[in-house]
């Protein structure tokens, strides 16, 4: 199944000129020097400049110091990325064959990148403000609904050799990672959380089940839109409610940053860039691949058109990351803190 992610010189004439062409011009120039060089002047005695504009070279000098001063201050920045893809090259040529298919495992990798730089993170700052503790909750429950059916069955890994293992252990690795920091909020360094900004779900219902605004919908369309792959209800509706809930997890997150008055930390930026990151990644590979989930036999509503829903999904998490994406690009161009403009919809969710 291709693309897939399931099992399942002329040389001149001998002629030799007798001459060279110009020599008459150049012996019959007065002002021609050795090796054909003008000493024309500009002056008694001055040589005229041969050299380029002076503004011009002063604005790349200007330039190359500014990259230089950009270097220097998102140091951290770039050995954090570089350190991401030092990885991702040595699972791709150790654990992979080359399948399109790796995109899902890339994607994978970079989530667990993501939570173990944020544990770290947490755990060497000795806080947790700015995390929202229902964004890592909504996480947990992702990883957890997915293994539930990679664990299991085959239907829905990776093609590419990275799915024989390496797929389930880094999801295994962000269960872990993202566990740690739910630990982390709710006992070792839960008198730093700020649960005053943390008002996802606050809707009528006490606001530690507020993820359930999150949980119950992506369930109900789990329900009408899951694939077949396992041919296992459970298991399928798992992994699509897995799907669901990833592209809404970011939202307790993203709220919490725009109730904080915008302010987002270093660290935390880069851990929901790089889960949007991830996001894109596979996105990439369903658009190639979402029609061999279409089943019009398939026994659930909208089995016709799962396919086209698991791509919906997706591209729904990359547009609630749109506004935020733009600022961190803005922040990484002027090595400036990052701050998103407050939402009014913050108030009301």
């Known amino acids: 199944m291709s693309n897939s992610a399931f099992s399942h010189r002329n040389v001149p004439g001998s002629s030799v000129p007798t001459s060279i062409p110009g020599a008459d011009a150049y012996g019959s120039n007065p002002n021609m020097m050795h090796g054909g060089v003008s000493s024309h ?3 008694p005695g001055t040589p005229m ?14 330039d190359a110091q500014k990259v230089k001063n950009w270097i220097r201050t998102n140091q951290k920045q770039l050995f954090l990325w570089l350190g991401l893809v030092v990885a991702v090259l040595f699972v791709y040529h150790v654990f992979s064959d080359g399948d399109f298919s790796f995109l899902l495992t890339l994607g994978s990798l970079i989530r667990t990148f993501a939570f ?3 544990a770290y993170y947490i ?11 229902k964004f890592l909750q909504c996480y947990m429950f992702t990883f957890i609904f997915r293994l539930s059916s990679i664990l299991f069955y085959e239907g829905y890994l990776p093609y590419d050799k990275s799915g024989d293992y390496m797929y389930q252990v880094c999801e295994v690795l962000s269960l872990l990672a993202v566990t740690t920091c739910i630990f982390f909020a709710s006992s070792t360094f839960n008198h730093t959380y700020e649960k005053n900004f943390d008002i996802f779900g606050n809707l009528k219902i006490p606001s530690e089940l507020g993820n359930l605004y999150a949980l119950l919908p992506t369930l109900g369309l789990a329900l009408i839109f899951h694939p077949s792959l396992n041919s296992n209800f459970l298991t399928d509706t798992a992994w699509t409610w897995a799907l669901c809930l990833e592209s809404v997890a970011i939202l307790p997150q993203i709220i919490m940053f725009t109730k904080r008055g915008g302010t987002v930390d270093e660290w935390t930026s880069h851990v929901v860039a790089a889960l949007g ?3 894109f990644f596979q ?27 698991v791509v919906a999904s997706q591209v729904l998490q990359l547009l609630l990351m749109c506004d ?10 002027t090595g400036r803190p990052m701050i ?5 919809v913050a108030d009301a969710v």
């Open 324 to 333: 935020y994406f733009y600022f961190y690009m803005k922040a990484l161009k």
């Open 283 to 309: 996105l990439i590979f369903w658009i190639s691949s979402y029609h061999e989930l279409n089943d019009k036999f398939n026994q659930s509503i909208g089995g016709e058109h799962v396919g086209h829903f």
């Open 49 to 62: 400049a041969t050299g380029g504009d002076p503004s011009k070279s002063r604005r790349r000098v200007n």
């Open 116 to 118: 173990i730089v944020l």
């Open 340 to 344: 998103m403009h407050p939402a009014v």
């Open 123 to 133: 755990n060497t700052k000795k806080t947790v403000a700015g995390v929202s503790l």
């Open 41 to 43: 002047t500009n002056g």
């Open 277 to 279: 990151m991830a996001r």
